[in-house]
T-cell receptor
Framework: DAEITQSPRHKITETGRQVTLACHQT?????MFWYRQDLGHGLRLIHY???????NKGEVSDGYSVSRSNTEDLPLTLESAASSQTSVYFC??????????????????FGDGTRLSIL | KQEVTQIPAALSVPEGENLVLNCSFT??????LQWFRQDPGKGLTSLLL?????REQTSGRLNASLDKSSGRSTLYIAASQPGDSATYLC???????????FGTGTQLKVEL
């Protein structure tokens, strides 16, 4: 079965370190998303991509970056981890066309999340 | 800016009861609305997707309705079971593209 996997599931690191969270999907979806989930805020969009070599900033993108070198992967990098970035991170994907002007009506599928603690 | 609100934040009901979860959004210009379920320590599982042109969607014991003009959606769960215990999230897709704006969820507990 096609799926979306995140790794690691849990990570503890120190402030100032660079951290990369992996997201891999086997649906061949064009669209991929990174969210963070915090108590009282719900899920907030960090970055998203509509296809290879395409990346876009979301609502809370400061301190994060992504790259899309192939269809299957969208790694999320914290350039210099801060305690405020302690959170649960979710990756999602959805089917859709490469033209970002086309509205996509397909549901988003989520990974199981990465719990990141920054001390 | 789109804001999505879910009330109540938590709900506890006895097994077998029918229940309604509420979702409201401030900007009615949405393309669709999606209901998710989240179990502790897990990701989100898509339950129902309602397009802006639709009034409701059904899947088994779940029925979701959408009133776009009033900015409201409800998720109706019939004959609730302990296995329905989870956090339920609604999310709207608005504007161009595929970005979702989420509510903060309703934590449901169904007791034996």
């Amino acid at each position: 079965d096609a799926e979306i996997t995140q790794s690691p599931r849990h990570k503890i690191t120190e402030t100032g370190r660079q951290v990369t969270l992996a997201c891999h999907q086997t649906w061949n979806h064009n669209n991929m998303f990174w969210y963070r989930q915090d108590l009282g805020h719900g899920l907030r969009l960090i970055h998203y991509s509509y296809g290879v070599q395409d990346t876009n900033k979301g609502e809370v993108s400061d301190g994060y970056s992504v790259s899309r070198s192939n269809t299957e992967d969208l790694p999320l990098t914290l350039e210099s981890a801060a305690s405020s970035q302690t959170s649960v991170y979710f990756c999602a994907s959805s089917d859709g066309g490469r033209d970002r002007g086309i509205v996509n009506h397909q549901p988003q599928h989520f990974g199981d999340g990465t719990r990141l603690s920054i001390l | 800016k789109q804001e999505v609100t879910q009330i109540p934040a938590a709900l506890s009901v006895p097994e077998g009861e029918n229940l309604v979860l509420n979702c409201s959004f401030t900007d009615s210009a949405i393309y669709n609305l999606q209901w998710f379920r989240q179990d502790p320590g897990k990701g989100l599982t898509s339950l129902l997707l309602i397009q802006s042109s639709q009034r409701e969607q059904t899947s088994g014991r779940l029925n979701a309705s959408l009133d776009k003009s009033s900015g409201r959606s409800t998720l109706y769960i019939a004959a609730s079971q302990p296995g329905d215990s989870a956090t339920y999230l609604c999310a709207v897709r608005a504007g161009g593209g595929n970005k979702l704006t989420f509510g903060t969820g309703t934590q449901l507990k169904v007791e034996l």
